[in-house]
């Protein structure tokens, strides 16, 4: 899409915070969402996904919140740790569709 | 549990030189399989996908192309590399017909010089 050129929008947050990333989707229809970490120099790995009959999903330290009336996804990850940091991508799928389509990506630093 | 494999892991070629990356597919049978391309600092652009052997869609025309010969193999290739293909290239599936988790391969390193 359009994002895919862009360079990556950065959030930084001091060890042990928590962070907040967000995410905007434009199609009414999807019904899937999943977000995914990449770390440097690997593939993209899943974090958690929610699908859109819930608002809220928990996993370990992170937890996914979905509000569907103004399109909005976020990712909340618990005690931010060094190993957090990465490049943070939302993915939204709806039925019937063949691929996903993915957000621009966020660059999550933490700072000791 | 199903994997992905990807090769090579780094790749330098020469402008003008061909191309063929491979992806397969372990523990899962009819997958739909995605090439991505990323740009360092970039995103993810979807360059081609699959949902059966021989069946190909492009997202972007442009110099590359893809075949799937085998149900869990799929490739992708060039005949004559630009300095503009350069680029962090991924593999992924998905089962098929359903709402689910796409998975990626760990990618292949590409420089064109």
């Known amino acids: 899409g359009e994002s895919v050129g862009l360079h990556l929008p950065t959030l930084s947050v001091q060890e042990g915070d928590n962070s907040i990333i967000n995410c905007a989707y434009s199609?009414?229809?999807?019904?899937?969402f999943i977000w995914y970490k990449q770390e440097s120099g690997k593939g993209p790995q899943f974090i958690i996904d929610i699908r859109s009959n819930m608002d809220k999903r928990q996993g370990q330290r992170v937890t996914v919140l979905l509000n569907k009336t103004v399109k909005h996804l976020s990712l909340q990850i618990a005690a931010t740790q060094p190993g957090d940091s990465a490049v943070y991508f939302c993915?939204?799928?709806?039925?019937?569709?063949?691929?996903?389509?993915f957000g621009q990506g966020t660059r999550l630093t933490i700072n000791p | 549990s199903q994997t992905i494999h990807q090769w090579p892991a780094t790749l330098v070629q020469p402008v003008g030189s061909p191309l063929s990356l491979e992806c397969t597919v372990e523990?899962?049978?009819?997958?739909?399989l995605y090439w991505y391309r990323q740009a360092a600092g970039r995103g993810l652009q979807l360059l081609f996908y699959?949902?059966?052997?021989?069946?190909i869609s492009s997202e972007v025309p442009q110099n590359l192309s893809a075949s799937r010969p085998q149900d869990r193999q799929f490739i992708l290739s060039s005949k004559k590399l630009l300095l503009s293909d350069s680029g962090f290239y991924l593999c992924a599936w998905k089962k098929q017909g359903s709402t689910d988790t796409q998975y990626f391969g760990p990618g292949t390193r590409l420089t064109v010089l």
């Open positions: 523990g899962t049978s009819n997958p739909n």
């Open positions: 699959s949902v059966g052997i021989g069946q």
């Open positions: 993915a939204e799928n709806s039925q019937g569709a063949q691929k996903l389509v």
């Open positions: 199609n009414s229809a999807s019904d899937y």
